[in-house]
């Protein structure tokens, strides 16, 4: 989804029009806050709307030149790559429309860094805590479908070294990867399919988008155009 809509304002500022999609109340809660606090002349060129991806055609009501998934949005938009797909092909402009996908490498997450996501320690700001820790990981789940884990330690202003344990949040996904979206691209009618890779740490740097070629065990991100 569109998540707290950055790039959807970004785009507007250029003078796009942009509707941001999520399923998140939150999100789209938030994204709505910041673009009530854009000037008229941009907050005209974009909207948010809370969405499942189940009847787009008729939720938006509009039509498009393209569609963008960025930030490894698209695995974690339930229940299937075609379905997501199908639904915005419907509210595509017929005269060469234009996706654009930006994905985790989950390949190379998988195989060469023993599932690891992401490790990070940052100061709080809560009082008693000095410090969070967030361990990100992926376990297998059922042919297709892997489990994003997110595990929160803290450590305490107590002088005392050891972490406790806060919580631990999995959330369903897709292993979404190049063949299996090309496929379904190639099934909508898209016949001009570039792959591209780029280096760029989760939750930071995505690196020169498109990027350069796309290599399964080496590119940190698969953009797909």
């Given at each position: 989804?569109?998540?707290?809509?950055?790039?959807?304002?970004?785009?507007?500022?250029?003078?796009?029009?942009?509707?941001?999609?999520d399923?998140s109340?939150?999100m789209?809660?938030?994204?709505?806050?910041?673009?009530?606090?854009?000037?008229?002349?941009?907050?005209?060129?974009?909207r948010?709307?809370?969405?499942?991806?189940?009847?787009?055609?008729?939720?938006?009501?509009?039509?498009?030149d393209?569609?963008?998934?960025?930030?490894?949005?698209?695995?974690?938009?339930?229940?299937?790559?075609?379905?997501?797909?199908?639904?915005?092909?419907?509210?595509?402009?017929?005269k060469?429309?234009?996706?654009?996908f930006?994905l985790?490498?989950?390949?190379?997450?998988?195989?060469?860094?023993?599932?690891l996501?992401?490790?990070?320690?940052a100061?709080?700001?809560?009082?008693?805590?000095?410090?969070?820790?967030?361990?990100?990981?992926?376990?297998?789940?059922?042919?297709?479908?892997?489990?994003?884990?997110?595990?929160?330690?803290?450590?305490?202003?107590?002088?005392?070294s050891?972490?406790?344990?806060?919580?631990?949040?999995?959330?369903?996904i897709?292993?979404?990867?190049?063949?299996?979206?090309?496929?379904?691209?190639?099934k909508?009618?898209?016949?001009?399919?570039?792959?591209?890779?780029?280096?760029?740490?989760?939750?930071?740097?995505?690196?020169?988008?498109?990027?350069?070629e796309?290599?399964?065990?080496?590119?940190?991100?698969?953009?797909?155009?």
């Open positions: 989804g569109c998540g707290t809509g950055e790039h959807d304002i970004e785009l507007a500022k250029k003078g796009f029009y942009v509707v941001g999609i399923n109340t939150l789209i809660k938030i994204a709505n806050e910041k673009r009530n606090k854009l000037p008229e002349s941009v907050k005209k060129n974009v948010f709307a809370l969405s499942g991806y189940k009847n787009l055609q008729s939720e938006l009501k509009e039509e498009f393209g569609a963008l998934f960025l930030g490894n949005a698209l695995p974690y938009i339930l229940p299937s790559t075609e379905h997501v797909i199908k639904e915005v092909v419907n509210v595509l402009r017929l060469n429309p234009s996706l654009i930006q985790l490498n989950f390949d190379k997450i998988l195989r060469t860094k023993n599932r996501l992401s490790f990070k320690i100061k709080s700001s809560q009082p008693n805590i000095k410090e969070h820790l967030f361990l990100e990981f992926y376990d297998y789940g059922k042919k297709g479908t892997l489990f994003h884990n997110l595990v929160v330690f803290d450590s305490y202003n107590d002088n005392k050891n972490w406790l344990f806060r919580e631990m949040i999995t959330i369903p897709r292993h979404v990867g190049k063949n299996e979206t090309s496929s379904t691209l190639t909508n009618g898209f016949s001009k399919i570039s792959f591209f890779g780029t280096q760029g740490e989760y939750q930071g740097a995505y690196g020169q988008f498109p990027g350069g796309f290599r399964s065990l080496e590119s940190d991100w698969l953009n797909i155009i």
